[in-house]
C-alpha cells in the first residue's frame, strides 16, 4: 500500500530564516505531487504541483519554492521566511484516477 | 473556472441526530467528486467519492451522490457519533494537460461538533 510522510511534523522558525519541508510517497511510482499551505480559517491553498522530476508548476507567486529531485520525494524552500508563511503545510499525491491523498502535515510558525 | 460552495458551518449536533452537509459545484466537463475529512491536527483524509452522475459514494456511514441536474454532492450520515466531529471538505476534480493529471478545486470546509 502506498504511504505519504512529511517532516517535521512541527516547526518554529524567526523572520528570514530558510526553510525546507520535505515530502516522500512509498509504494508508487511517478505520482503526482502537490504543495498546499491551509492558514487560520480551514482553506486550502495550493502551492505547487509537479508530474514529475524536475517538473514544478506554481499555481500563486510567493516568497516559496519547490524542488523534486527523485520520483517521490517532494521539498518546498524558503530563502527567507515571512510571518506570513506560517501556516499548516500539507503535501498530497495522486494516482491516475485524480483523487489525493494528503500527508499528516508540518504546523509552521515564524516568529 | 471550477468551484465549489458548502455550507460554511459550524454544524453542531447531538450524538445520533442526522446529518447533511450541503455541496454544489460549478464545472465545465464530467468532473469526479469527493468529501475528505480533516480531524484536529492531521491531514485530510478521503472520505468517499463519486466519478460519475447518480454515483453514490459510501464510507463508515457516510453518504453523497452525485446529482449532475442540481450540480450536488451533498453529505450525509443517518447518526452521528463524537468521534465524527472534524472539518469536512467538498471537492472535485479537474482534469488538466491531457492524460491522468488532475487538480483539486476545494470548498471553504465545514466545521462539525458532535456533542454526546
Known amino acids: 500500500s502506498q504511504t505519504i510522510h512529511q517532516w517535521p511534523a512541527t516547526l518554529v522558525q524567526p523572520v528570514g530564516s530558510p526553510l525546507s519541508l520535505e515530502c516522500t510517497v512509498e509504494g508508487t511510482s511517478n505520482p503526482n505531487l502537490y504543495w498546499y499551505r491551509q492558514a487560520a480559517g480551514r482553506g486550502l491553498q495550493l502551492l505547487f504541483y509537479s508530474v514529475g522530476i524536475g517538473q514544478i508548476s506554481s499555481e500563486v507567486p510567493q516568497n516559496l519554492s519547490a524542488s523534486r529531485p527523485q520520483d517521490r520525494q517532494f521539498i518546498l524552500s524558503s530563502k527567507k521566511l515571512l510571518l506570513s508563511d506560517s501556516g499548516f503545510y500539507l503535501c498530497?499525491?495522486?494516482?491516475?484516477?485524480?483523487?489525493?491523498?494528503f500527508g499528516p502535515g508540518t504546523r509552521l510558525t515564524v516568529l | 473556472g471550477n468551484s465549489v460552495t458548502q455550507m460554511e458551518g459550524p454544524v453542531t449536533l447531538s450524538e445520533e441526530a442526522f446529518l447533511t452537509i450541503n455541496c454544489t459545484y460549478t464545472a465545465t466537463g464530467y468532473p469526479s467528486l469527493f468529501w475528505y475529512v480533516q480531524y484536529p491536527g492531521e491531514g485530510l483524509q478521503l472520505l468517499l467519492k463519486?466519478?460519475?452522475a447518480d454515483d453514490k459514494g459510501s464510507n463508515k456511514g457516510f453518504e453523497a451522490t452525485y446529482r449532475k441536474e442540481t450540480t450536488s454532492f451533498h453529505l450525509e450520515k443517518g447518526s452521528v457519533q463524537v468521534s465524527d466531529s472534524a472539518v469536512y471538505f467538498c471537492a472535485l476534480s479537474d482534469q488538466w494537460g491531457g492524460g491522468s493529471n488532475y487538480k483539486l478545486t476545494f470548498g471553504k470546509g465545514t466545521l462539525l461538533t458532535v456533542n454526546p
Open positions: 463519486a466519478t460519475k
Open positions: 498530497a499525491w495522486s494516482p491516475p484516477s485524480g483523487e489525493q491523498y
